[in-house]
């Protein structure tokens, strides 16, 4: 059984930087497309970003496009999320999330199978 395990989140000053890693046990990922998405209080989950199982194909929303950064390490089995220039709405919990049925890297939530239990990213003066 696949198991996602989310760290790097934590409490950051606007215009700050983290890096989110998504750790899996269980299952090699060197298969999969991986995606990541956020909830904000009161709002909808969005998907951010997505990776290919190559890591050849990325995508990003239009909201972190130019900010954020999605990338994997399948011999380490753990994919990455790097967050540049910070802004308050991007606080959130932000879930790693794995395709297993081969539709590819997308960032709409239901075609993904496996998620993590999230970390917050908090961006606060």
């Known amino acids: 059984q696949l198991q996602l395990v989310e760290s790097g989140g934590g409490l950051v000053q606007p215009g700050g930087s983290l890096r989110l890693s998504c750790a899996a046990s269980?299952?090699?990922?060197?298969?999969?497309?991986m995606g990541w998405f956020r909830q904000a209080p009161g709002k909808e989950r969005e998907g951010i970003s997505c990776?290919?199982?190559?890591?050849?194909?990325?995508n990003y929303a239009d909201s972190v496009k130019g900010r954020f950064t999605i990338s994997r390490d399948n011999a380490k089995n753990t994919v990455y999320l790097q967050l540049h220039s910070l802004k308050p709405e991007d606080t959130a919990v932000y879930y790693c999330?794995?395709?297993?049925?081969?539709?590819?890297?997308?960032?709409?939530?239901?075609?993904?199978?496996?998620w993590g239990q999230g970390i917050q990213v908090t961006v606060s003066s």
């Open positions: 999330a794995a395709e297993v049925r081969g539709l590819g890297c997308t960032v709409r939530g239901y075609d993904y199978d496996y």
């Open positions: 269980g299952s090699t990922l060197d298969y999969f497309a």
């Open positions: 990776i290919s199982s190559s890591g050849r194909s990325t």
